[in-house]
């Protein structure tokens, strides 16, 4: 199930259209009553169409934002962006409903805070959002044909959410044993392969490659030579120097760089790019494997932020089924009958 959480459609305000958010709740037996002005109701939350019509107004906005057509009516990705408007309301309702099961509280200075937080990183400098700031975001609305009472509702949901995340992982944690399991079922990613520094010039033709060879043969300026001639964009400008590690280029140029003795020049050697000269300028460097010690607190976090995802995806779909029974469509706005979709990220 790919969620699309409110803090990411604030993102989408300031020019992305809504995304996708596919839920699998149908219309059960015993399910709430729908009124002529609701396109749904879950629990006891009635979507009206009012909110509806709002936000296919706004992800219109989003699309013209970004110089694009608005789907229109009848076309098979405009039914696709009103099943996502529809699945997102629902599932805005759901988390409502369930912060408030919780006993979570979502003040308005929560909210201020929130709405601070991305106006700064959005249109601030250096930390603060001053008049200039302000000016950049009441346009940006303006730009979506927003009200700001709409953005705050928007950012509200964001800080249900994260109060969500917060509660449902609290506690979350690893063993050192789990720790260990990971390097050493991991560990070839520790591993820093031989390397040494090098330096090259690739040419497009073997003519071009034999001539500099001579050149080079004959004491001429390898880095003079590099910058008139390489055609090697991330080391022409440095004489021709990089370091290499093995295995991490192609075939032909690893052999030879790794075969050179030191200050050692190759004769020309052809690979998919073309003609490379090659100078060993520093002995091999022997291969090295971090130990755990230094990447313990990296794989930690790694594997704690893993275990909230699991958790926070788990909480979702025990969510979403809680609410099937719970949730009626108007007709028309049902979502499909029969939904298959990837779990999305749950991260605040």
């Given at each position: 199930?790919?969620?699309?959480?409110?803090?990411?459609?604030?993102?989408?305000?300031?020019?992305?259209?809504?995304?996708?958010?596919?839920?699998?709740?149908?219309?059960?037996?015993?399910?709430?009553?729908?009124?002529?002005?609701?396109?749904?109701?879950?629990?006891?939350?009635?979507?009206?169409?009012?909110?509806?019509?709002?936000?296919?107004?706004?992800?219109?906005?989003?699309?013209?934002?970004?110089?694009?057509?608005?789907?229109?009516?009848?076309?098979?990705?405009?039914?696709?962006?009103?099943?996502?408007?529809?699945?997102?309301?629902?599932?805005?309702?759901?988390?409502?409903?369930?912060?408030?099961?919780?006993?979570?509280?979502?003040?308005?200075?929560?909210?201020?805070?929130?709405?601070?937080?991305?106006?700064?990183?959005?249109?601030?400098?250096?930390?603060?959002?001053?008049?200039?700031?302000?000016?950049?975001?009441?346009?940006?609305?303006?730009?979506?044909?927003?009200?700001?009472?709409?953005?705050?509702?928007?950012?509200?949901?964001?800080?249900?959410?994260?109060?969500?995340?917060?509660?449902?992982?609290?506690?979350?944690?690893?063993?050192?044993?789990?720790?260990?399991?990971?390097?050493?079922k991991n560990k070839q990613q520790y591993v820093q392969p031989e390397s040494r520094d090098v330096r090259h010039i690739l040419v497009k033709k073997k003519a071009l490659a034999d001539q500099l060879y001579q050149q080079l043969q004959n004491g001429g300026n390898f880095a003079a030579l590099a910058k008139r001639y390489s055609t090697d964009p991330s080391s022409k400008d440095q004489g021709g120097k990089l370091t290499v590690s093995k295995g991490r280029q192609v075939p032909e140029f690893d052999k030879a760089a790794f075969a050179l003795k030191v200050h050692q020049l190759s004769q020309p050697v052809k690979t998919q790019y073309g003609w490379h000269i090659i100078e060993a300028m520093t002995a091999i460097k022997k291969a090295t494997t971090t130990p755990l010690s230094e990447v313990k607190s990296a794989i930690r976090q790694q594997l704690v932020g893993q275990k909230k995802q699991d958790a926070m995806n788990k909480w979702v779909n025990e969510t979403q089924k809680a609410f099937e029974k719970k949730t009626s469509y108007q007709i028309g706005y049902e979502p499909p009958a029969d939904t298959t979709g990837s779990t999305g990220s749950t991260t605040p």
């Open positions: 199930m790919a969620l699309f959480f409110m803090k990411y459609r604030l993102i989408s305000l300031i020019g992305l259209a809504v995304a996708a958010a596919v839920l699998a709740a149908g219309c059960g037996s015993g399910s709430p009553s729908v009124t002529a002005d609701d396109v749904a109701v879950v629990g006891d939350t009635h979507i009206s169409k009012d909110q509806f019509d709002a936000l296919m107004a706004q992800a219109c906005k989003s699309y013209q934002a970004q110089k694009r057509e608005c789907p229109k009516a009848g076309t098979a990705e405009y039914t696709a962006l009103r099943k996502q408007a529809i699945q997102f309301l629902v599932q805005r309702a759901e988390f409502d409903q369930k912060a408030d099961d919780l006993g979570l509280k979502i003040s308005d200075a929560d909210v201020d805070k929130q709405l601070e937080q991305i106006k700064t990183q959005y249109f601030g400098k250096n930390g603060k959002c001053d008049a200039a700031c302000e000016a950049k975001f009441h346009k940006q609305l303006s730009d979506q044909g927003l009200s700001l009472d709409q953005v705050r509702k928007d950012v509200r949901a964001s800080v249900v959410q994260s109060k969500l995340y917060a509660k449902v992982t609290e506690g979350t944690n690893v063993t050192d044993k789990d720790i260990s399991d990971y390097y050493k």
